[in-house]
């Protein structure tokens, strides 16, 4: 079946707590990108990947890490999580970036709760 | 000054009836839109995406961009009270990056 898995699917941590949160497809889709959803401000852009070992700042990066060491996979790390990170996040990945191509599939979501 | 505009609603819509919703955007050099839908705690799904001025219709879904006035609607024919959700207007410009509307919730009412 095709998809985009995350996981963990919910996690409550403390401030300051490295943590890194996996996204993967199995459709070989070059793009991927990660959201986070927070209630009135809809889904904002963290970081995207246009293919392997190329990534770039979405709208909302600052505490955030990526990478993209293979093409199926692009983890988002948190270095030292805090409070104002917690939200609900959505990784998605498109066959590419190019028009007609770039409809994106979003994965089951992480909720992260940083107390 | 929010870049990607939708009214939040709730958008109140008797069953069977016509659901029309608005998005408009302020950067001009977009080129890709797309309509998702997402219903409380799930993922969105994707419904229409558009490409070129004018209307492009699948089902009881009709997409509509006018890129001159900066604005893409979505038409929903014979609602249906599954048709009840957050509709997100999203677009991209050549270089990858995506922005999202806050969504327009819609209740079809039986």
């Known amino acids: 079946e095709a998809q985009v898995t995350q996981n963990p699917r919910y996690l409550i941590t403390v401030t300051g707590k490295k943590l890194t949160v996996t996204c993967s497809q199995n459709m070989n889709h070059e793009y991927m990108s990660w959201y986070r959803q927070d209630p009135g401000l809809g889904l904002r852009q963290i970081y995207y990947s246009m293919n392997v070992e190329v990534t770039d700042k979405g709208d909302v990066p600052e505490g955030y890490k990526v990478s993209r060491k293979e093409k199926r996979n692009f983890p988002l790390i948190l270095e030292s999580p805090s409070p104002n990170q917690t939200s609900l996040y959505f990784c998605?990945?498109?066959?590419?970036?190019?028009?007609?191509?770039?409809?994106?599939?979003f994965g089951p979501g992480t909720r992260l709760t940083v107390l | 000054q929010k870049e990607v505009e939708q009214n939040s609603g709730p958008l109140s819509v008797p069953e069977g009836a016509i659901a029309s919703l608005n998005c408009t955007y302020s950067?001009?050099?977009?080129?890709?839109f797309f309509w998702y839908r997402q219903y409380s705690g799930k993922s969105p799904e994707l419904i229409m995406s558009i490409y070129s001025n004018g209307d492009k219709e699948d089902g009881r879904f009709t997409a509509q961009l006018n890129k001159a006035s900066q604005y893409v609607s979505l038409l929903i024919r014979d609602s249906q009270p599954s048709d009840s959700a957050t509709y997100l207007c999203?677009?991209?410009?050549?270089?990858?990056?995506?922005?999202f509307g806050a969504g327009t919730q819609v209740v079809v009412t039986p």
């Open positions: 999203a677009l991209t410009d050549s270089w990858g990056k995506f922005q």
């Open positions: 950067d001009r050099v977009s080129q890709s």
């Open positions: 998605a990945s498109s066959l590419s970036s190019s028009a007609s191509y770039n409809e994106q599939f």
